[in-house]
């Protein structure tokens, strides 16, 4: 099987597609990226979820660190598609990535003469981010990134300094994945997830403002509601999880992931719930073209 990247504007193979050392997003962590799912559809053909909506939030990723991507947003679809379609890829991850490369010297960037803007697109078969059972969870001791610190709805590659940390923190334990705080000690996120919560049959779910702008929690949020299930965006303190009846992480990766214990507390019965598995099931009848209303979150790769 092929292994091309798509590397400002052409396919090459994997170890042509490479970058200087004095770029500039390698010294201060200037890149946006996504994190994009194809699926196999029924009918054996591959179709990529919701693209349109992972490019828009890559543009809108971009503007705190004032990067003027240099393609069009149909330019980098374009090319998440032929990255796809080159590797004869069925159901696989995409990662389109767009950084400042040279020169490094100085942390701004400079528009004269102007630090350059490099864009790739790799893709591969991923299968599992995480394993399909009711996941340990730790509370991390990190918070996620202050507000005022940091465009923090963006997907800016230095943010995941933070999210390293943090899963650092619980390798070689038992925990398959944590929770982070944000700064006033509400519930803020997973370290590549957003995370809901159930009790008596409404779902919770943080509000926007500290939390990655997830494009999967948007759908899950939408999919909730049109199953008829009440869905409310909220502050949730770390000690109302416990008792919870359900919780559960939704992202591209993970997809929809059920939490078992937190901080070894078990949550509900400590297998995933029956609003868990009702919205999972239903989230990848959507992202295998089961599901006709949602068939606008699907591209096709032809
Ligand atoms: C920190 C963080 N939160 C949430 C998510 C989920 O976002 P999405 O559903 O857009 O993949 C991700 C994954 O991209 C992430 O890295």
């Known amino acids: 099987m092929a292994n091309l990247i798509w590397q400002n504007g052409a396919l090459k193979p994997f170890e042509q597609a490479t970058t200087h050392v004095m770029s500039h997003a390698l010294h201060y962590g200037t890149g946006v990226f996504e994190g994009i799912r194809a699926y196999e559809q029924a009918d054996g053909t591959i ?3 919701a693209l349109k909506e992972h490019i828009e939030r890559m543009f809108v990723s971009a503007d705190p660190i004032a990067m003027k991507i240099p393609y069009t947003r149909e330019e980098v679809c374009a090319a998440v598609v032929a990255t796809v379609k080159a590797n004869e890829l069925k159901s696989c991850y995409i990662r389109p990535l767009a950084y400042y490369g040279l020169p490094p010297t100085k942390v701004r960037v400079r528009p004269d003469p102007k630090t350059p803007i490099e864009v790739i697109v790799y893709s591969y ?4 981010y995480l394993p399909d059972v009711a996941l340990d969870v730790k509370i991390s001791d990190f918070i996620r990134l202050h507000p005022q610190s940091t465009a923090v ?3 800016i590659c230095g943010h995941y300094v933070n999210s390293l940390q943090a899963l650092l923190q619980i390798s070689g334990t038992k925990y398959n994945e944590l929770i982070m705080l944000d700064y006033e000690g509400y519930v803020a996120e997973g370290s590549s997830d957003n995370l809901f919560m159930v009790k008596d ?4 779910t943080p509000e926007l403002g500290t939390i990655l ?4 929690r948007q759908i899950v ?3 909730a509601q049109d199953l008829g299930y009440k869905v409310v965006e909220t502050k949730i303190k770390p000690e109302e999880l416990y008792t919870a009846d359900e919780v559960f992480f939704t ?6 992931r059920a939490a078992g214990t937190i901080n070894d ?15 999972k099931t239903e989230y990848l009848k959507i992202c295998r073209g089961q599901n006709p209303k949602y068939n606008h979150y699907l591209t096709p790769v032809k």
Not at 201 to 204: E, G, H, I, Q, R
Not at 213 to 216: D, Q, R, V, Y
Request: net charge negative; proline share 2%; glycine share 20%.
């Open 201 to 204: 049959k409404v779902v919770y």
């Open 265 to 279: 507390k078990t949550i509900g019965n400590g297998e995933e719930g029956p609003i868990t598995k009702h919205l």
């Open 213 to 216: 702008t997830g494009i999967t």
């Open 251 to 256: 992202g591209t990766a993970v997809e929809v």
């Open 153 to 155: 709805g963006a997907k």
């Open 221 to 223: 949020i939408g999919l």
């Open 47 to 49: 179709a990529v979820l």
């Open 125 to 128: 078969d991923m299968g599992d």
